[in-house]
């Protein structure tokens, strides 16, 4: 008579059950992923044995199931969620590599990206480290990402873009409306022009310390096809360069697009009224563009670099429809201090200002395995690479096998409570059988005795 079937029965069910409690007691770790145990029969053959009784059970593996787990909105910026495959890679303060799906992070007190229990978040840095505002570097060896807490510096504007549609309808010479501009010091009324205009319209630009500087074009149709426009600075018409008026003239062809061909020679379809624009004045416009640069130098910036900057008015058109502007864009800013942060899908870590600018801190990369349910698991939400897992691919969210980066989100674990607290019946019944069978081989051997 052999208890050892019952036995290993037993020790099988205990392990059975630890894996379950285990799985029950993470339901709510984030990026959780549950396991489930094996089994395999024992059997040893012989000849002449007469049967073939195995020798009870044993547990053979213990497998992991990394199958996504729910996605749920938290609201908060530094929590995320892969959706689809790929772990983050953390390095540990000992410099070693683990993986992992739990994605609540915060900024330590020196800006570092981490997990709860001090891990710290890799990725691509900058290209140049000693510059907190260079550009992503987007490949080589991940390192721990940093957020640097610099302010944004102001940056003067350098270019402009803009689309207008003047109206084709307007007649020369008539519904003239007008404005004074001042000509002489700054801030001095005694000394004005008056210009005559049929649409006006202004944008924001920025000198060297973020001030604003507006610019104000005043468009006065003064032929078929033919606008002259005059250009005044913070409603000031003297200030440019040379002290020259960068007033200009914009020609349109008969279907309302602008006239690139003037006097059939190539000419521009912006004609330099005042000798200081031209189109363009120095060849920094890029080819396709039509435009002007302006140079502001005999205006008083308080103690900024002369604002020099090109002017982009390629699609603008003259159509029988109101007077607007389409489009505009200029590159000027004034300084702003960091306030946020924000990570997008493909795992770029970007820094928001208070002047509305974004600038690139680092971008996540995401690691898979040819066989994730051979990592071997490290406490923390966290898993080792093994033989068994293949070694680590690296690369970007959103790219190739890995799935994106959800930001204000977590995946939470993929523990369903209901299938185990059912398989802990299960195990619990499997369990108190087999002590029942020591019980009964118990009393069959105690009868044997008693005979």
């Known amino acids: 008579m052999s208890f050892s079937q019952a036995l290993s029965g037993l020790r099988s069910q205990g392990e059975n059950i630890r894996v379950i409690s285990d799985n029950i007691a993470n339901s709510q770790t984030v990026g959780f992923k549950s396991s489930r145990t094996a089994f395999a029969d024992i059997f040893a053959g012989c000849t002449g044995c007469g049967g073939q009784a195995g020798l009870g059970v044993r547990v053979v593996d213990i497998q992991q199931d990394f199958s996504a787990g729910a996605l749920e909105n938290t609201g908060r910026g530094l929590d995320l969620a892969i959706a689809g495959r790929g772990f983050y890679r953390m390095e540990k303060s000992n410099g070693e590599i683990v993986y992992s799906r739990n994605g609540q992070f915060n900024q330590d007190a020196n800006g570092y990206l981490v997990n709860a229990t001090g891990q710290f978040l890799t990725g691509f840095g900058l290209t140049d480290p000693n510059d907190p505002f260079s550009a992503l570097a987007g490949g080589g060896a991940p390192q721990r990402i940093q957020?640097?807490?610099?302010?944004?510096?102001?940056?003067?504007?350098?270019?402009?873009?803009?689309?207008?549609?003047?109206?084709?309808?307007?007649?020369?010479?008539?519904?003239?409306?007008?404005?004074?501009?001042?000509?002489?010091?700054?801030?001095?009324?005694?000394?004005?022009?008056?210009?005559?205009?049929?649409?006006?319209?202004?944008?924001?630009?920025?000198?060297?310390?973020?001030?604003?500087?507006?610019?104000?074009?005043?468009?006065?149709?003064?032929?078929?096809?033919?606008?002259?426009?005059?250009?005044?600075?913070?409603?000031?018409?003297?200030?440019?360069?040379?002290?020259?008026?960068?007033?200009?003239?914009?020609?349109?062809?008969?279907?309302?697009?602008?006239?690139?061909?003037?006097?059939?020679?190539?000419?521009?379809?912006?004609?330099?009224?005042?000798?200081?624009?031209?189109?363009?004045?120095?060849?920094?416009?890029?080819?396709?563009?039509?435009?002007?640069?302006?140079?502001?130098?005999?205006?008083?910036?308080?103690?900024?670099?002369?604002?020099?900057?090109?002017?982009?008015?390629?699609?603008?058109?003259?159509?029988?429809?109101?007077?607007?502007?389409?489009?505009?864009?200029?590159?000027?800013?004034?300084?702003?201090?960091?306030?946020?942060?924000?990570?997008?899908?493909?795992?770029?870590?970007?820094?928001?200002?208070?002047?509305?600018?974004?600038?690139?801190?680092?971008?996540?990369?995401?690691?898979?395995?040819?066989?994730?349910?051979?990592?071997?698991?490290?406490?923390?939400?966290?898993?080792?690479?093994?033989?068994?897992?293949?070694?680590?691919?690296?690369?970007?969210?959103?790219?190739?096998?890995?799935?994106?980066?959800?930001?204000?989100?977590?995946?939470?674990?993929?523990?369903?409570l209901a299938t185990e607290l059912v398989n802990m019946i299960i195990s619990q019944r499997s369990y108190q059988a087999n002590s029942t069978s020591i019980s009964t081989q118990d009393e069959l051997l105690q009868t044997i005795i008693n005979l």
């Open 147 to 416: 957020i640097p807490p610099d302010a944004l510096g102001a940056n003067a504007t350098t270019q402009a873009s803009a689309i207008y549609n003047l109206d084709s309808s307007t007649i020369a010479g008539q519904d003239l409306q007008t404005a004074d501009l001042e000509t002489a010091a700054l801030g001095d009324p005694s000394d004005l022009q008056q210009v005559e205009f049929h649409y006006s319209t202004s944008f924001t630009t920025f000198d060297s310390l973020g001030n604003e500087r507006t610019v104000t074009t005043y468009y006065e149709k003064t032929a078929d096809n033919t606008w002259t426009a005059t250009v005044a600075l913070d409603g000031r018409k003297t200030g440019w360069a040379a002290g020259d008026d960068p007033d200009f003239q914009l020609n349109f062809t008969a279907d309302g697009e602008l006239d690139v061909e003037v006097d059939g020679a190539g000419g521009p379809a912006i004609e330099d009224e005042g000798g200081v624009a031209g189109a363009p004045a120095d060849g920094s416009l890029a080819e396709g563009q039509v435009g002007l640069t302006f140079a502001v130098a005999d205006y008083d910036l308080g103690g900024a670099e002369p604002l020099v900057f090109d002017l982009d008015l390629a699609g603008t058109t003259q159509f029988n429809s109101n007077s607007v502007q389409n489009n505009l864009t200029q590159d000027g800013f004034a300084p702003g201090a960091l306030i946020g942060i924000e990570v997008e899908d493909d795992g770029t870590v970007m820094r928001i200002f208070s002047n509305e600018e974004r600038r690139a801190a680092g971008q996540i990369v995401l690691t898979n395995f040819i066989n994730p349910e051979g990592l071997s698991r490290d406490g923390d939400n966290a898993w080792r690479q093994t033989r068994a897992s293949g070694e680590p691919n690296i690369g970007v969210a959103g790219t190739g096998v890995f799935g994106s980066i959800e930001g204000q989100t977590l995946e939470g674990s993929n523990v369903d």
